[in-house]
C-alpha cells in the first residue's frame, strides 16, 4: 500500500498570520497529541506497528524518512521523505519507522486515537525493526 503524503490546507490568512488545517476528521476521536523531537544522527524512532491506534504524523520541522511495511512481509519497505508541512496517516496494523534525513533536527506532532500513557501504549505496540 503506497504511503500518501498529505498536504495542509490553508484555511485563512490575514495581517494576523494564517489558520492552517491540519487534521480534520469526521470520526475517530483524538486521544493525545504529542510534540516529538528527533536530533541529527539519532536512532530511529518507531520500528513498531499498533494494533488499534490511528495517529498522524504531521512534520514541523526538518526533513524526516517516513517508512512502512507490513508485519506479514516486513522486508517490503516503502519509504517517503517528508517535510515541513507534511502529514501522513500511520494506520493500525502497519509497521512505521522514522528518521532524521539531513542534519537537521526534527520537529513532528503524532495525533493519535489511543491514549498515550505508558501501560496503554505498550499494550497496543509490536516491535519489528524495519530500518
Same mark, same amino acid.
Not at 501522513?88 to 486515537?113: C, D, L, N, Y
Given at each position: 500500500? !503506497? /504511503?500518501? @503524503?498529505?498536504?495542509?490546507? *490553508? @484555511?485563512?490568512?490575514?495581517?494576523?498570520?494564517?489558520?492552517?488545517? /491540519?487534521?480534520?476528521?469526521?470520526? !475517530?476521536?483524538?486521544?493525545?497529541? *504529542?510534540?516529538?523531537?528527533? +536530533?541529527?544522527?539519532?536512532?530511529?524512532?518507531?520500528?513498531?506497528?499498533? +494494533? +488499534? %491506534?490511528?495517529?498522524?504524523?504531521?512534520? &514541523? +520541522?526538518?526533513?524526516?524518512?517516513?517508512?512502512? &511495511?507490513?508485519?506479514?512481509?516486513?522486508?517490503?519497505?516503502?519509504?517517503?521523505?517528508?517535510?515541513?508541512?507534511? *502529514?501522513?496517516?500511520?494506520? !493500525?496494523?502497519? /509497521?512505521? &519507522?522514522?528518521?532524521?534525513?539531513?542534519?537537521?533536527?526534527? @520537529?513532528?506532532?503524532? @495525533?493519535?486515537? =489511543?491514549?498515550? %500513557?505508558?501501560?496503554?501504549? =505498550?499494550?497496543?505496540? $509490536?516491535?519489528?525493526? /524495519? $530500518?
Amino acid at each position: 500500500m !503506497p /504511503i500518501e @503524503i498529505q498536504k495542509t490546507e *490553508l @484555511i485563512s490568512s490575514d495581517d494576523r498570520g494564517e489558520i492552517v488545517g /491540519i487534521v480534520r476528521l469526521n470520526t !475517530p476521536e483524538i486521544r493525545s497529541v *504529542l510534540k516529538i523531537s528527533m +536530533k541529527p544522527d539519532s536512532p530511529p524512532r518507531g520500528n513498531h506497528w499498533h +494494533k +488499534k %491506534d490511528t495517529h498522524w504524523v504531521y512534520v &514541523a +520541522k526538518g526533513r524526516m524518512k517516513y517508512s512502512e &511495511a507490513d508485519p506479514e512481509n516486513p522486508n517490503k519497505v516503502e519509504s517517503v521523505i517528508m517535510e515541513p508541512g507534511d *502529514l501522513v496517516e500511520s494506520k !493500525p496494523g502497519r /509497521i512505521h &519507522a522514522m528518521q532524521v534525513e539531513g542534519g537537521e533536527e526534527v @520537529i513532528f506532532w503524532a @495525533i493519535t486515537t =489511543e491514549p498515550r %500513557d505508558q501501560k496503554n501504549y =505498550e499494550e497496543d505496540t $509490536v516491535r519489528v525493526n /524495519i $530500518v
